[in-house]
């Protein structure tokens, strides 16, 4: 007996989390994997970045604007292109009037179920 090949992609929901917040990765993370969904959290968007690069293809992105290194401005635009740029985008951010004006920027403190309601309407569970 041997083990399964490793998935690039998941069979769940993925959800990819961009943020440098601790608290907030937690939350956010405990939230949505209580709903049915696979978190990926990545600190900054380097991360974010490197991730995108090695497969990761999560049904939504919920991005920080404001974190050391690669910024959330520079995430947008590499969303921006293909294979990337049908991967639906919400911002979360402090500084509201930082935030492109074609993404649902989420104000923070963050409000959980407008969040859920985001993810919801562009990441559907099936199941099982």
Do not use: W
């Not at 995430?75 to 985008?89: A, K, R």
């Not at 963050?110 to 559907?124: I, K, N, S, W, Y």
Request: proline share 9%.
């Amino acid at each position: 007996m041997h083990a399964a090949p490793t998935q690039l992609v998941s069979s769940r929901a993925q959800v990819l989390i961009v943020e440098d917040d601790l608290a907030v990765q937690e939350s956010l993370k405990e939230l949505f994997a209580r709903e049915g969904y696979e978190v990926v959290i990545a600190n900054n968007g380097g991360e974010a970045i490197d991730m995108l690069e090695h497969d990761l293809r999560p049904c939504c992105v919920l991005l920080d604007l404001l974190m050391p290194g690669i910024v959330g401005h520079e995430v947008l635009s590499y969303l921006g292109e293909p294979p990337y740029h049908d991967i639906p985008v919400g911002i979360m951010t402090g500084s509201p009037h930082l935030a492109p004006t074609n993404y649902p920027v989420f104000t923070k403190p963050l409000a959980m179920q407008e969040l859920l309601d985001f993810v919801g309407t562009r990441c559907p569970l099936h199941a099982a």
